[in-house]
Nanobody
Framework: QVQLVESGGGLVQPGGSLRLSCAAS????????MGWYRQAPGKERELVAT???????NYADSVKGRFTISRDNAKNTVHLQMNSLKCEDKAVYYC???????????????????WGQGTQVTVTS
C-alpha cells in the first residue's frame, strides 16, 4: 500500500507559476516511478511528467520547457514546478506512484498503480 498526499494547487493567472508536491508513504521501497497526470473537464486523463527511481524523466510535449519534475528522496516527495502557465493547463492534477515487486524465487513482476486525491490547478485571466 502507498498513500499519496498532494499539495500546491491553486489559482494563478497566465504566465504565473505553481509548485505541486506529492508526499508518499507506505511501501515506498517498492516504488519504481512517480509522476503527475492531469484531467480537464470533458477530456481524458493525460500524462504530464514522470520520474523513475533512477532519476530519468519524461514529459508531455505540451509542457516541455515549462514544467520540471524533481524528487526529494530523503522526504519521499516528488515536485512539479510549473512555470509560464497557460489557460490550457487548467485541470485536476493527480500524483501517481507505480510499484513493481518481484515474485519471490522468480523473474516475474507484479505491478501496481496508486493515485492521490488530486489537486485543482486553475489558470485564468
Amino acid at each position: 500500500q502507498v498513500q499519496l498526499v498532494e499539495s500546491g494547487g491553486g489559482l494563478v493567472q497566465p504566465g504565473g507559476s505553481l509548485r505541486l508536491s506529492c508526499a508518499a508513504s507506505g511501501s515506498i521501497f517498492s516504488i519504481n516511478a512517480m509522476g503527475w497526470y492531469r484531467q480537464a473537464p470533458g477530456k481524458e486523463r493525460e500524462l504530464v511528467a514522470t520520474i523513475t527511481s533512477g532519476g530519468r524523466t519524461n514529459y508531455a510535449d505540451s509542457v516541455k520547457g515549462r514544467f520540471t519534475i524533481s524528487r526529494d528522496n530523503a522526504k519521499n516527495t516528488v515536485h512539479l514546478q510549473m512555470n509560464s502557465l497557460k489557460c490550457e493547463d487548467k485541470a485536476v492534477y493527480y500524483c501517481n506512484a507505480h510499484l513493481r515487486s518481484t515474485v519471490y524465487g522468480t523473474t516475474y513482476y507484479n505491478e501496481y498503480d496508486y493515485w492521490g486525491q488530486g489537486t485543482q490547478v486553475t489558470v485564468t485571466s
